[in-house]
């Protein structure tokens, strides 16, 4: 069956980029990038739905041309032709030359006339054709075409086919943004204007003010406690050490001694877990062997006669983690399944511990098979200082191991989830980060090689 960790996406600690911008930039970058998008459509349809019909109607005018030029040139007599020559040449800017066998040319490949008009000039005046923009080193638009047995040029002037520019077309881009920067800008201020306004008011200042004191004394008061609650722990370590040391001294009867030997021990366990939900949140992330992990923390509670431990990880995974912190975790799972999971009609717990890759995770699990819980005490067991079991009169614990848990999960950017089936087990998943096990193993060399130059 999946865990619940597999079926929801991880929720990690993404980096994620927060620009401090006002609700008016924001607005007004938003409708920019909107109308800019609009403009930049809007030219690309109308450049394609422009180049086609333009093309053509370039390609029939100069076709047209070509033909009345031939007409006029086959049925006019030779003193007509020189002077229809000549005025074409002065009125209409088109010149008539002969063609010569050694002439040089350049085919026109790109430029005024694209693609689609040369291949309609060539369909309406014959395969015969000759479209150049250069003839004897004279650039201009010449088209080569014959009458009867005599081939001739046409030189027409290139401009007066040429389309829109690229310096035009980004004349007009460039007015077209900066209208819709100008217009965003305007629509912003009238969108975020009633707010402004309403945010000047006496009421809203006092609500932000009140509201930004009551976020500022409680961060101080959540720093204030986590402050004395390690002061306070820390301070007890001393007569608690006394108290032991008097004990073992002083107390004859060797039960009594036991029994305060065991209390004291209780407490002091009860301070370290004090001491842990007040430690900082700061933690260093390195890839580490989760099983050297679990070994770690299972290796003072394995030879109880009360616990079975049972584990199933492969000594090659290895998650991003901190070590130390990880440890405590899995020690405590594993220390509230032995108190609290003991397989019914045994005085064993019988604890399996988990893990297996999930994409670029890892998901581990430790489960108990003692009578669990019901499921709507799931939610309040990682609250701080909440007991699970109502009717325990002892002071057992502090109430603060789960809570300690899905903390220091949280703070390695995992994700900690808990299930139970009342008389089958109870249940704690994980998912942690994965890591290159070459990584880990690095790692774990570079901490041994750190460790024996210390004790050198």
């Known amino acids: 069956?999946?865990?619940?960790?597999?079926?929801?996406?991880?929720?990690?600690?993404?980096?994620?980029?927060?620009?401090?911008?006002?609700?008016?930039?924001?607005?007004?970058?938003?409708?920019?990038?909107?109308?800019?998008?609009?403009?930049?459509?809007?030219?690309?349809?109308?450049?394609?739905?422009?180049?086609?019909?333009?093309?053509?109607?370039?390609?029939?005018?100069?076709?047209?041309?070509?033909?009345?030029?031939?007409?006029?040139?086959?049925?006019?007599?030779?003193?007509?032709?020189?002077?229809?020559?000549?005025?074409?040449?002065?009125?209409?800017?088109?010149?008539?030359?002969?063609?010569?066998?050694?002439?040089?040319?350049?085919?026109?490949?790109?430029?005024?006339?694209?693609?689609?008009?040369?291949?309609?000039?060539?369909?309406?005046?014959?395969?015969?054709?000759v479209i150049a923009s250069r003839v004897n080193d004279e650039p201009g638009l010449w088209i080569g075409f014959a009458i009867d047995s005599d081939n001739y040029w046409l030189l027409l002037d290139p401009a007066r086919f040429s389309r829109v520019g690229g310096r035009t077309w980004l004349t007009w881009l460039i007015t077209a943004v900066a209208l819709s920067l100008a217009g965003s800008a305007l629509i912003t201020r009238f969108i975020n204007r009633p707010l402004k306004q309403l945010s000047r008011t006496k009421e809203i200042r006092d609500v932000n003010v009140g509201f930004n004191r009551m976020a500022d004394q409680l961060a101080k008061i959540e720093q204030e406690r986590a402050v004395m609650l390690a002061g306070i722990s820390h301070d007890l370590r001393t007569p608690l050490a006394r108290l032991r040391l008097e004990t073992e001294m002083s107390v004859a009867d060797e039960d009594a001694r036991a029994h305060m030997a065991a209390d004291i021990a209780q407490l002091d366990a009860i301070i370290d877990k004090f001491l842990d939900y007040a430690r900082p949140d700061h933690v260093q992330f390195l890839p580490v062997l989760l099983r050297d992990v679990i070994d770690a923390s299972i290796f003072s509670v394995q030879d109880y006669d009360d616990v079975e431990i049972k584990v199933e990880v492969d000594p090659e995974l290895a998650v991003m983690a901190d070590e130390v912190e990880l440890i405590r975790v899995i020690s405590n799972l594993v220390e509230n399944a032995r108190r609290y999971g003991r397989t019914p009609g045994t005085e064993v717990a019988q604890i399996n511990i988990q893990a297996q890759a999930h994409n670029d995770a890892v998901l581990l699990k430790v489960r108990d098979h003692g009578p669990g819980v019901p499921q709507a005490l799931l939610v309040q067991l990682t609250k701080p200082f909440f007991r699970g079991d109502a009717a325990r009169t002892s002071a057992a614990g502090a109430g603060l191991g789960l809570s300690i848990v899905a903390k220091n999960i949280e703070r390695m950017g995992g994700s900690f989830a808990l299930t139970s089936t009342p008389g089958r087990g109870f249940a704690a998943h994980m998912r942690l980060q994965r890591a290159a096990t070459s990584q880990a193993v690095a790692a774990k060399k570079q901490k041994a090689e750190g460790k024996t130059a210390r004790m050198v």
Not at 16 to 32: D, E, I, M, P
Not at 109 to 114: A, N, R, S
Request: charged share 25%; net charge positive.
């Open 1 to 129: 069956m999946p865990t619940p960790l597999e079926m929801r996406p991880h929720r990690g600690r993404r980096r994620r980029l927060r620009l401090g911008f006002s609700l008016f930039w924001r607005t007004f970058f938003l409708l920019a990038l909107l109308l800019m998008g609009c403009i930049f459509v809007w030219l690309q349809t109308f450049r394609s739905l422009e180049d086609e019909p333009r093309s053509v109607q370039t390609a029939h005018q100069i076709a047209s041309l070509v033909n009345l030029t031939r007409a006029a040139l086959v049925y006019s007599d030779a003193i007509t032709r020189v002077s229809l020559i000549k005025t074409l040449a002065d009125q209409e800017g088109v010149r008539i030359l002969p063609r010569e066998p050694h002439d040089r040319f350049e085919a026109y490949t790109q430029g005024t006339l694209d693609r689609r008009a040369t291949e309609e000039l060539v369909d309406r005046l014959g395969e015969g054709t």
